[in-house]
């Protein structure tokens, strides 16, 4: 009975010229370590993106998912965010259909695909354009209509005595000039496709 013969170790040089074995190569140098170390920082990422979501009001899986596909860098079906992230499909849906309506993740179709695909701006001046964006919408525009109607509320019956009424409309009055005065200044660097906030920004760096 024959025996095959073994397959022969590949060898390569090592720092000081002598033949190093496969096996006995550095693990940095091989393409797994390299993946390996990538994942790792991809992971890494999201989990920073996903806590700092989260300080901001921002549900951490709708951070997550956002994270995922910004550092991807490529479009992403349901069931491959679903199985990296180990979600629900309930909750990768509820959570692209957020992302979606903010304007900072795209539907897409792959030729051949009848899955939906899903991928983030990567320009990042344009995407936290975007972010402000919506935050401004969720956030800043609700409180301006908030303080008229409190203002115009002011002007029932009260036994307020004028002076005090007067203090009290000036203190709204003040709180929504200086609203109105952020709500415009942002109307007009965010909607520049994200350049003007970047201008902004370099503006701003120029005194501090």
């Keep these: 009975m024959s025996t095959a013969a073994p397959t022969p170790r590949k060898s390569s040089s090592g720092p000081d010229g002598l033949a190093v074995s496969g096996s006995e190569l550095p693990i940095g140098n091989s393409p797994t370590a390299a993946l390996d170390g990538l994942e790792h920082s991809r992971d890494t990422f999201i989990t920073h993106w ?16 956002h994270a995922l596909l910004f550092i991807e860098g490529r479009a992403m079906c349901a069931d491959e965010i679903m199985e990296r992230l180990q979600v629900s499909r309930g909750s990768v ?26 991928e983030a701006e990567q320009d990042v001046w344009n995407l936290l354009s975007l972010i402000v964006r919506a935050r401004k919408r969720r956030e800043l525009e609700p409180l301006l209509a908030a303080l008229d109607e409190t203002r115009h509320a002011a002007n029932g019956e009260t036994t307020a005595s004028d002076a005090e009424l007067k203090a009290h409309i000036a203190r709204l009055d003040s709180m929504h000039d200086a609203l109105q005065r952020l709500d415009r200044l942002s109307d007009r660097f965010i909607g520049r496709g994200g350049k003007g906030l970047d201008v902004a920004v370099r503006v701003l760096s120029s005194f501090l």
Excluded: C, N
């Design 50 to 65: 996903a806590e700092m979501g989260s300080s901001w009001g921002v549900p951490r899986s709708v951070a997550e998912v």
């Design 93 to 118: 849906s509820m959570t692209l259909r957020t992302l979606s309506e903010w304007g900072i993740v795209t539907k897409t179709h792959q030729r051949g695909d009848r899955k939906e695909y899903f």
